[in-house]
């Protein structure tokens, strides 16, 4: 398996991915654009993303110590047994499953926070090898071995 992710220029100049991000409890199969962030332990929807696609907070369990991060303290929120489907390199689709994902929520929607991607974090990546080669734009996703 190997998912192919791209680089995008910008703030963050790094490796990107697409997945369709569905949730029975909200309704949602949407498309989302992630950010691969090793950094990051959990996926997270950012507040981009939230508003595209007309996340409900009301009907997500709040977390009562939200979140450091991009941006400082956010009040954050999960939403339970989410599927992303990612596009292989070969054109087949691989589904991981969430039994978790948080989604963020700042005080004040400003063109900086705005601007902060929806993250896929090592939730996901520790699961398997993450090939980042920048200097040829060459990054993806595989449970191949590299050894």
Do not use: Q
């Not at 998912?3 to 498309?31: D, H, M, N, Q, W």
């Not at 907070?57 to 977390?63: A, D, K, V, Y």
């Not at 090939?131 to 993806?140: I, W």
């Amino acid at each position: 398996m190997r998912i192919p992710c791209f680089f995008k220029p910008g703030i963050f100049e790094a490796a990107y991915v697409v997945a369709v991000l569905e949730s029975e409890a909200l309704g949602l199969r949407e498309t989302v654009e992630f950010l691969v962030d090793t950094g990051a332990s959990r996926t997270t929807i950012c507040d981009k993303d939230t508003v595209r696609l007309g996340i409900d907070f009301g009907r997500l369990e709040r977390l009562s110590e939200g979140m450091l991060g991009i941006g400082g303290m956010v009040d954050t929120y999960v939403l339970r047994d989410v599927k992303l489907t990612f596009r292989r390199g070969d054109g087949e689709s691989h589904v991981e499953n969430f039994d978790r994902i948080y989604v963020l929520k700042h005080a004040v929607w400003d063109e900086r926070i705005m601007r902060i991607p929806s993250i896929l974090g090592r939730d996901m990546l520790n699961k398997y090898a993450l090939v980042y080669e920048k200097r040829h734009e060459m990054a993806y996703i595989t449970d191949e071995s590299l050894r």
